[in-house]
């Protein structure tokens, strides 16, 4: 009997690793990644250069606005995160007047990747999905397209880590030292999206049509817990896990 395929999803607070985790098991498993990061970028690659604007200076939200309109795959997270540590009332009303773009961008991403997920779930194939997942209705998105496709196991790799080492990793990416394809940069929307992850209350998901099967791993001290029942794969993850913590004495994204 052949073996049927699974679905990951790999989901955590931004900086946390959850990246270098994914790709750590995508390698050692054998199976198909999609990352919301790298659609956004295939979508949306303009980005803002702020070292060419003053932020500081009276003449920026005119420039800013201007770079916007000339600019119509503009990747919004990119353009208005690094305004969320400022606390300038002329950049909270750009923030506020393209808000509604980051929602629109999100959901034509996540239509992408689900598009793709359930395409690659219905050839017969493992997917590791690469998200926040920080909305229980995105993660329950996940699970309906999972069932559609026959998937009847689903394991979620919840990476997580202390605000101290988010805070150095973000401080890493902002002054380049670190690369990434992720947008977040500011402590801001870090915890933005931790304390949206946090009420959405990953550890009471429950779908009758699929076992659920989470292991959350902390980055920082390295750390495994599982929640569910052992099998397998899961005594894979947990070895794939191990070695990650004995290669790299701290995981950065």
């Given amino acids: 009997m052949s073996k049927k395929n699974e679905l990951f999803l790999a989901c955590g607070y931004v900086a946390s690793g959850k990246t270098t985790v994914a790709n ?16 956004r970028k295939e979508l949306f690659p303009e980005g803002i250069d ?7 200076n009276s003449e920026s939200v005119e420039k800013i606005e201007s770079w916007i309109k000339n600019n119509p795959r503009a990747d919004f ?7 969320t540590a400022l606390k300038n009332e002329a950049y909270v009303k750009i923030i506020d007047k393209y808000a509604p773009k980051i929602k629109e961008q999100k959901a034509e991403v996540y239509d992408k990747a689900f598009a793709k997920l359930g395409s690659l779930l219905a050839a017969g194939k493992s997917v590791l999905f690469d998200a926040t997942f920080s909305s229980a209705n995105m993660r329950e998105r996940a699970y ?27 401080a890493n990416r902002r ?9 977040a940069r500011q402590m801001e929307v870090f915890r933005k999206v931790k304390n949206e992850f946090d009420a959405s209350r990953i550890k009471n998901d429950n779908n009758p049509e699929l076992k659920i099967v989470r292991i959350m791993y902390d980055t920082g001290t390295h750390t495994v817990k599982q929640f569910g029942e052992e099998d397998e794969t899961t005594k894979t993850i947990k070895v794939v896990l191990t070695d990650l913590s004995k290669q790299y004495a701290a995981v950065t994204r």
């Avoid at 997270?77 to 305004?83: K, R, S, T």
């Avoid at 026959?150 to 973000?170: D, S, T």
């Avoid at 002054?175 to 947008?183: A, H």
């Fill in 175 to 183: 002054s380049g030292k670190q690369k990434t394809t992720s947008n």
């Fill in 50 to 56: 702020y070292n060419l604007i003053d932020l500081g």
């Fill in 77 to 83: 997270q990119q353009v208005l995160n690094p305004l």
């Fill in 144 to 170: 309906q397209t999972a069932i559609e496709s026959g998937v009847e196991k689903i394991y979620i790799i919840q990476v997580v880590c202390a605000e101290a080492i988010v805070m150095a990793r973000l």
């Fill in 24 to 39: 750590a098991l995508a390698s050692a498993i054998g199976l198909e990644i999609i990352r919301t990061d790298d659609i």
